[in-house]
């Protein structure tokens, strides 16, 4: 019978054997179990119908599910830059497979700052206002995936406060998780305390954020970098695939939001809160926080102005 099987059949066969067998399990049961498996069609392997009820407005206001739509295609792109990141946190890839990684992350950032007139031009703004207040205190600086994105491409000190930044607290993941950056851009801008969006924020994910962060402390994408340098393997091509990284996490991609933020709550300088009552003005643009992801790649002058440019133009544009 077996020479009725081509010898590509035959070879899977043997493998199947070999593979099988290493775990004492019989090939001949699984094949029988391939008898009675059915078909898997698409819109079950890809969970089309569960994936298609998960948005769920919280008002009649049409737009409500563009907003939730696009949040949600959002974090799915945030779990394949995770997952990227992980397989990169090994060390040890070759030239090629660190651009060819580099280059899907910033892909999946590139493809979401793309979109991102979805959010700007593509919802009404009189629709946006009337059902952002029922979202309190829900805010998109609540996404756990961003922060630990975050922390799986830098240390924890070049992610605090820059005022903080020659504090005797950040010696160690704690004080600079205290100290850290978006911290200060959910403080109540009347009354100068938390913001329940962040209480609500920490009280969930503090304990899974400090995990994390002590996971990446000597594998992030910095410690990387900076072992390829000492070992003489960091090229200025791959130094120009790190650089474009940082740029898109840290300036594109925050600027994106910012000018989301411009178009729909700034009108002739008159500003409105957000939904979680976090200080956009003073959290969103990249020159106020400057974070900076691989600060050894850039000029001391390309650190002072990092962001500052496009920032500026938004400005120009608000103010006409």
Request: glycine residues 6%.
């Amino acid at each position: 019978m077996t020479q009725d099987l081509s010898p590509k059949t035959q070879e899977l066969l043997q493998k199947l054997q070999e593979k099988f067998g290493q775990e004492n399990q019989k090939l001949d049961d699984y094949l029988e179990g391939l008898l009675y498996n059915n078909y898997e069609p698409y819109w079950r392997y890809v969970a089309v119908d569960t994936l298609l009820s998960l948005q769920q407005p919280k008002t009649d206001i049409p737009d409500e599910v563009i907003f939730i739509g696009y949040h949600q295609i959002t974090e799915l792109y945030f779990k394949l830059i995770i997952h990227e990141l992980e397989q990169m946190s090994v060390g040890g890839l070759s030239d090629e497979r660190w651009k060819d990684k580099l280059t899907r992350v910033v892909r999946y950032f590139k493809n979401l700052i793309d979109s991102f007139d979805i959010m700007i031009d593509g919802m009404e703004m009189k629709q946006f206002l009337e059902f952002r207040m029922s979202l309190l205190p829900a805010s998109g600086f609540q996404s756990a995936q961003f922060r630990m994105i975050e922390m799986a491409c830098t240390d924890m000190y070049y992610l605090t406060a820059e005022s903080q930044r020659d504090s005797s607290q950040l010696e160690d993941v704690q004080g600079c998780y205290q100290n850290i950056y978006w911290k200060q851009g959910s403080i109540d801008t009347t009354t100068g305390q938390r913001t329940l969006t962040l209480k609500q924020f920490e009280d969930h994910y503090e304990k899974s954020f400090m995990e994390w962060a002590d996971k990446w402390k000597n594998i992030n994408l910095n410690k990387q970098l900076l072992k390829l340098d000492a070992d003489g393997k960091l090229t200025e091509e791959l130094k120009g695939y790190f650089k474009t990284l940082d740029v898109y996490l840290n300036v594109n991609w925050r600027l994106s939001h910012y000018r989301s933020a411009v178009r729909y709550l700034s009108s002739k300088g008159t500003d409105v809160s957000a939904t979680g009552g976090t200080n956009w003005q003073k959290f969103l643009p990249p020159r106020f926080q400057r974070i900076i992801s691989f600060p050894t790649l850039w000029t001391p002058e390309e650190k002072e102005n990092w962001g500052k440019g496009w920032v500026d133009e938004q400005m120009l544009l608000l103010k006409k």
